[in-house]
Nanobody
Framework: HVQLVESGGGSVQPEGSLRLSCVAS????????MGWFRQAPGKEREAVADMDSDGSRLVAKSVKGRFTISKDKNTLTLQMTNLKPEDTAMYYC???????????????WGQGTQVTVS
C-alpha cells in the first residue's frame, strides 16, 4: 500500500533552517505530483510547494525565496530557511498518482511533521 513518511520537523528559532524529507513507497508508478502542505492551529490546510511530472516547481508566495522543494527518486525534500513564527504548522507530504499538473487536491497524504518557530 502507498505510504508517505515525513521526517525532519522540530523546533527552531526565527531565522533558523530545517529540512523536511518525505519518503514515498508502494506506488506502482512514480506519482505525477508531489508536494508539501501545512496546517496551523485554527487555520485551513494550505499548499506550500509542489513539483509536477515535468519537474516544474510551484512555491507559495508566503515562502518564496525561503523554501526550496526538490525530489530525488522516491524522496521529496523541503529545505526551509529564514524561518518565521508564522511558518509554525504541521507539515504534510502529499502525492497524486495521476495529476500531472498538480492542480487537484492530492490523493495520498503522510501523517505530518511538526515545525515550530519561536
Amino acid at each position: 500500500h502507498v505510504q508517505l513518511v515525513e521526517s525532519g520537523g522540530g523546533s527552531v528559532q526565527p531565522e533558523g533552517s530545517l529540512r523536511l524529507s518525505c519518503v514515498a513507497s508502494g506506488f506502482t508508478v512514480n506519482p505525477k505530483c508531489m508536494g508539501w502542505f501545512r496546517q496551523a492551529p485554527g487555520k485551513e490546510r494550505e499548499a506550500v510547494a509542489d513539483m509536477d511530472s515535468d519537474g516544474s516547481r510551484l512555491v507559495a508566495k508566503s515562502v518564496k525565496g525561503r523554501f526550496t522543494i526538490s525530489k530525488d527518486k522516491n524522496t521529496l525534500t523541503l529545505q526551509m530557511t529564514n524561518l518565521k513564527p508564522e511558518d509554525t504548522a504541521m507539515y504534510y507530504c502529499a502525492a497524486d498518482a495521476a495529476d500531472v499538473t498538480c492542480t487537484r487536491w492530492p490523493e495520498y497524504w503522510g501523517q505530518g511533521t511538526q515545525v515550530t518557530v519561536s
